[in-house]
């Protein structure tokens, strides 16, 4: 054997030790399902209730971040209209 093959084997062998002899993925799958977090309603609850935090905190983020560089044609991208957050939409004219 050539040492060149050797030190194939060798390195085929380190690969497979480091991802634990499993096939990467090829980036072609789809994915077809995703089970269901049925029976437990305040877990369910919980995990909206954290994704609603993110969401404000990233809003709210955005706002400071334009507060601080006025230079924008528009002052906020989040408008505050009677109660709701809105996304304010550019008019094209």
Not at 17 to 42: C, D, F, H, W, Y
Not at 44 to 52: D, H, Y
Request: positive net charge.
């Amino acid at each position: 054997m050539s040492k060149y093959f050797k030190a194939y084997e060798k390195g085929k062998a380190a690969w497979k030790a480091l991802t634990g002899g499993k096939q990467r993925t090829t980036g072609t799958e789809v994915i077809t399902s995703v089970p269901p977090s049925v029976g437990n309603k305040s877990l369910s609850k919980l995990k909206i209730q954290v994704q609603k935090t993110k969401a404000s905190g990233a809003k709210l983020k955005q706002t400071l971040w334009e507060s601080k560089n006025k230079k924008r044609e528009e002052r906020f991208t989040f408008a505050y209209d009677r109660g709701n957050v809105t996304k304010k939409s550019k008019k094209k004219d």
